[in-house]
Nanobody
Framework: QVQLVESGGGLVQAGGSLRLSCVAS????????MGWFRQAPGKEREFVAG????????DYADSVKGRFTISRDNAKNTVYLQMNSLKPEDTAVYYC?????????????????WGQGTQVTVSS
């Protein structure tokens, strides 16, 4: 089992920055891929960013590429999502997720472990 706890959400003006954190506990290891997802009101949950630490690969949704960065602090079992140049359309609940890796490709689905989510609101 893996437990995930997100933090760092909040209210920010358009153009601003936020850094989300996801602390993992339980059966964590470098064999897990980590992902960030978001869900806006009335919309389906969507992939935002992911990382496959074994291969050092990362992947980003086109809508956030160049603005968001996923990173990890192994010593703290923490994954971060640095969000810059935020836009109102980035407003959503952001979720951290984990799954076992099966290849070097960063998965965009099949995540079995989820955090409780953290709200990000970007005002115009």
């Amino acid at each position: 089992q893996v437990q995930l706890v997100e933090s760092g959400g909040g209210l920010v003006q358009a153009g601003g920055s936020l850094r989300l954190s996801c602390v993992a506990s339980g059966r964590t290891s470098s064999n897990y891929a980590m992902g960030w997802f978001r869900q806006a009101p009335g919309k389906e949950r969507e992939f935002v960013a992911g990382a496959n630490w074994r291969g050092g690969n990362t992947d980003y949704a086109d809508s956030v590429k160049g603005r968001f960065t996923i990173s990890r602090d192994n010593a703290k079992n923490t994954v971060y999502l640095q969000m810059n140049s935020l836009k109102p359309e980035d407003t959503a609940v952001y979720y951290c997720a984990a799954r076992l890796m099966i290849s070097s490709v960063v998965p965009r689905g099949g995540y079995g472990y989820w955090g409780q989510g953290t709200q990000v609101t970007v005002s115009s």
